[in-house]
């Protein structure tokens, strides 16, 4: 019904840039809320940022000052500008959608398959 492709992530040393992706697309009707988690090695998936269809940001204080989530509605994307990166920043990241499918329905969460992001000290 919805899928969602993510792409960007890899390997960078630490104090360096990554920029996610991450594009909606299937039977949408509206996107209320989008956004990444992270999953590290043994940890459980966190909140990073999401942002609203009106522009409501909420960012993990961890990554604030660091992070920036931004969002093109017209073409269902989001993306995660993260500088200053930090090897504490290694992790699969997920990004998500809170999808509408038509007019009427309930909204669900959709997600994406992950990417990993690895920052070397």
């Known amino acids: 019904q919805v899928q969602l492709v993510e792409s960007g992530g890899g390997l960078v040393q630490a104090g360096g840039s990554l920029r996610l992706s991450c594009a909606a697309s299937g039977q949408i009707y509206s996107i209320n809320k989008m956004g990444w988690y992270r999953q590290a090695p043994g940890k459980q998936r966190d909140l990073v940022a999401d942002?609203?269809?009106?522009?409501?940001?909420n960012y993990v204080d961890s990554v604030k000052g660091r992070f920036t989530i931004s969002r093109d509605n017209a073409k269902n994307t989001v993306y995660l500008q993260m500088n200053s990166l930090e090897p504490e920043d290694t992790a699969v990241y997920y990004c998500y959608a809170n999808v509408r499918t038509r007019w009427g329905a309930s909204t669900a969460d959709y997600w994406g398959q992950g990417t990993q992001v690895t920052v070397s000290s």
């Open positions: 942002i609203t269809s009106g522009g409501y940001i």
